[in-house]
C-alpha cells in the first residue's frame, strides 16, 4: 500500500518572510525519500504542508493522483511521526496504539488485529500494558511508530523521528526504520539535518537551502555529482580547490587548473574558458600519495587524525592551503613529511560558483 506524491509549485510566505519558495517534488509510491538541509531551510514547512497541517500561500499537494491541497490532515491516507512522541501519558502502549484505530471507528476485532501487528512489527508486543513512562526513549520511539502504521497509511511522514535518541540508539533505529518502509512498502517522507542519516536511509534525497530544492538523487548523486558547492560542502567531506584555468593545456589536451600550489589536470573535455576562476571538489579518499614533485600538487603534513577505519592526513599546501587527505593503515604517515598527490581527475568534480 504506496501511494505516488507530487507537490506542484508549493510555496509558503509567513508575512514578508519566504518558508519555502515555489517548490516542485514528486515522490514515487514506496519510494524513501529524504529532505535534507540546515536548520530553517524548509523542511519542515514542506512536509507540514504535505500533511495538511499548515496550509500553503500557493501550489497544490497531489496524492496518488487525487488533489489534496483543501483535505484535512486526517482524510489524506497519511501517517505521522515526530521527533516528540507525543503518546498520551495516561494511557497504556496498547490503547496508544489503538487510539487512531478507534478514532476511526474500526470494529473492535479490527483494532486488535492492527495494534497487534503493529506492535510486533516494532517488536514491542511485551511491553503493551506499560505506560509511556515506563519505557526507554527508544522504545517510546517505536510506539511513536506503531502508532502510525497501524492504520496502515499508504504515505508516511517523518520529521526528525530519532532527534532525540543518543548516536548508537538513533543508529540502530535508522536501520530498523529502513527495514520497517521494506515490510510496509509505503512511501516514506523522512526528515533530517544529518547527513549520515539521510545516506544510510534513503533512495533518493531532497537537499534543501534557505527555503528551496538544492539538488535531488541518489545518494551516490549527491556524494559524487553534488551540483553546487553548497551540496560539495554539506554532504561527505570535502576539499574546495581554487583557482584559474591556465592558458595553455596539458599534454593531452586536458585543461589545467593552477590551484593548491600546483597544475591540475581536468578531464580532457571540461568545458572551460582560459583564465575564468572555478573551484574543483576533491574527496579526501580520492588521492594517492607519491613521493614530492612527482605528483599535481605538494604538501607538508601538518597533522595526524585517527578515525579508526583509516586516518585522515591534514595536508599545508605549497600556496599556503589546507587539504584533508585519507590514507590506509599500511602507511606510517609522520608531521612534517614532504608528499606529493595524485588522483584520477574524472573523480573530482568542477562546480557552479
Ligand atoms: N509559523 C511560522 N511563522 C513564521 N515563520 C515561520 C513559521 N514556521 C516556520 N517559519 C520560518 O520558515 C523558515 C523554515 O522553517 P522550517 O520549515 O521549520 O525549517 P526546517 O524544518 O528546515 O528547520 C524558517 O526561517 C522559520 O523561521
Ligand atoms: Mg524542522
Same mark, same amino acid.
Given at each position: 500500500?504506496?501511494?505516488? @506524491?507530487? &507537490?506542484?509549485?508549493?510555496?509558503? +510566505?509567513?508575512?514578508?518572510?519566504?518558508?519555502?519558495?515555489?517548490?516542485?517534488?514528486?515522490?514515487?509510491?514506496?519510494?524513501?525519500?529524504?529532505?535534507?538541509?540546515?536548520?530553517?531551510?524548509?523542511?519542515?514547512?514542506?512536509?507540514?504542508?504535505?500533511?495538511?497541517?499548515? &496550509?500553503?500561500?500557493?501550489?497544490? /499537494?497531489? /496524492?496518488?493522483?487525487?488533489?489534496?491541497?483543501?483535505?484535512?490532515?486526517?482524510?489524506?491516507?497519511?501517517?505521522?511521526?515526530?521527533?516528540?512522541?507525543?503518546?498520551?501519558?495516561?494511557?497504556?502502549?496498547?490503547?496508544?496504539?489503538?487510539?487512531? *484505530?478507534?478514532?476511526?471507528?474500526?470494529?473492535?476485532?479490527?483494532? =486488535?488485529?492492527?495494534?497487534?501487528?503493529?506492535?510486533?512489527?516494532?517488536?514491542?508486543?511485551?511491553?503493551?500494558?506499560?505506560?509511556?513512562?515506563?519505557?526507554?526513549?527508544?522504545?517510546?520511539?517505536?510506539? &511513536?511508530?506503531?502508532?502510525?502504521?497501524?492504520? =496502515?497509511?499508504?504515505?508516511?511522514? @517523518?520529521?526528525?523521528? #530519532?532527534?532525540?535518541? %543518543?548516536?548508537?540508539?538513533?543508529?540502530?533505529?535508522?536501520? !530498523?526504520? +529502513? $527495514?520497517?518502509?521494506?515490510?510496509?512498502?509505503?512511501?516514506?517522507?523522512?526528515?533530517?539535518?544529518?547527513? %549520515?542519516?539521510?545516506?544510510?536511509?534513503?533512495?533518493?534525497?531532497?537537499?534543501?537551502?534557505?527555503?528551496?530544492?538544492?539538488?535531488? $538523487?541518489?545518494?551516490?548523486? #549527491?556524494? %559524487?555529482?553534488?551540483?553546487?558547492?553548497?551540496?560539495?560542502?554539506?554532504?561527505?567531506?570535502?576539499? *574546495?580547490?581554487?583557482?584559474?584555468? %591556465? !592558458?595553455?593545456?596539458?599534454?593531452? $589536451?586536458?585543461?589545467?587548473?593552477?590551484? &593548491?600550489? $600546483?597544475?591540475?589536470?581536468?578531464?580532457?573535455?571540461?568545458?572551460?574558458?582560459?583564465?575564468? =576562476?572555478?573551484?574543483?571538489? @576533491?574527496?579526501?579518499?580520492?588521492? +594517492?600519495?607519491?613521493?614530492?614533485?612527482?605528483?599535481?600538487?605538494?604538501?607538508?603534513?601538518?597533522?595526524?587524525?585517527?578515525?579508526?577505519?583509516?586516518?585522515? #592526513?591534514?595536508?599545508?599546501?605549497?600556496?599556503?592551503?589546507?587539504?584533508?587527505?585519507?590514507?590506509? =593503515?599500511?602507511?606510517?604517515?609522520?608531521?612534517?613529511?614532504?608528499?606529493?598527490?595524485?588522483?584520477?581527475?574524472?573523480?573530482?568534480?568542477? @562546480?557552479?560558483?
Amino acid at each position: 500500500m504506496s501511494a505516488k @506524491l507530487e &507537490a506542484i509549485g508549493i510555496a509558503k +510566505r509567513y508575512g514578508d518572510s519566504v518558508a519555502l519558495e515555489p517548490t516542485d517534488l514528486a515522490v514515487q509510491a514506496g519510494e524513501f525519500l529524504t529532505l535534507l538541509g540546515p536548520s530553517g531551510s524548509g523542511k519542515t514547512t514542506l512536509l507540514q504542508m504535505i500533511s495538511g497541517l499548515v &496550509a500553503p500561500s500557493a501550489g497544490r /499537494i497531489e /496524492i496518488a493522483g487525487r488533489d489534496v491541497t483543501h483535505v484535512e490532515p486526517g482524510k489524506r491516507g497519511i501517517g505521522m511521526v515526530f521527533q516528540s512522541y507525543a503518546l498520551f501519558p495516561h494511557m497504556s502502549v496498547w490503547d496508544n496504539v489503538a487510539y487512531g *484505530l478507534r478514532m476511526r471507528r474500526k470494529s473492535r476485532e479490527e483494532v =486488535r488485529k492492527a495494534v497487534d501487528d503493529a506492535l510486533a512489527m516494532v517488536r514491542m508486543s511485551e511491553y503493551a500494558k506499560r505506560f509511556p513512562k515506563e519505557l526507554s526513549g527508544g522504545q517510546q520511539q517505536r510506539i &511513536a511508530l506503531a502508532r502510525c502504521f497501524a492504520y =496502515r497509511p499508504s504515505v508516511i511522514l @517523518l520529521d526528525e523521528p #530519532l532527534g532525540a535518541l %543518543d548516536k548508537k540508539l538513533r543508529e540502530h533505529m535508522q536501520s !530498523e526504520i +529502513r $527495514g520497517l518502509h521494506k515490510e510496509l512498502g509505503a512511501t516514506f517522507v523522512y526528515v533530517t539535518h544529518d547527513q %549520515d542519516e539521510a545516506l544510510t536511509l534513503s533512495d533518493r534525497i531532497c537537499l534543501m537551502n534557505q527555503a528551496r530544492i538544492e539538488q535531488v $538523487g541518489t545518494p551516490a548523486d #549527491l556524494y %559524487d555529482r553534488p551540483a553546487t558547492r553548497f551540496a560539495a560542502g554539506f554532504i561527505g567531506h570535502s576539499n *574546495l580547490l581554487e583557482g584559474a584555468i %591556465d !592558458e595553455t593545456r596539458g599534454a593531452g $589536451g586536458e585543461p589545467i587548473l593552477l590551484a &593548491a600550489g $600546483g597544475r591540475i589536470p581536468l578531464p580532457v573535455n571540461t568545458p572551460v574558458a582560459p583564465a575564468t =576562476r572555478h573551484t574543483l571538489l @576533491l574527496r579526501p579518499e580520492a588521492p +594517492r600519495l607519491v613521493e614530492p614533485q612527482s605528483g599535481f600538487v605538494d604538501g607538508t603534513i601538518a597533522d595526524i587524525v585517527f578515525f579508526g577505519s583509516d586516518t585522515r #592526513l591534514q595536508l599545508s599546501m605549497n600556496d599556503g592551503s589546507a587539504l584533508s587527505v585519507r590514507c590506509g =593503515r599500511s602507511l606510517s604517515p609522520r608531521i612534517g613529511d614532504r608528499v606529493g598527490l595524485v588522483w584520477d581527475p574524472y573523480r573530482t568534480t568542477l @562546480l557552479h560558483a
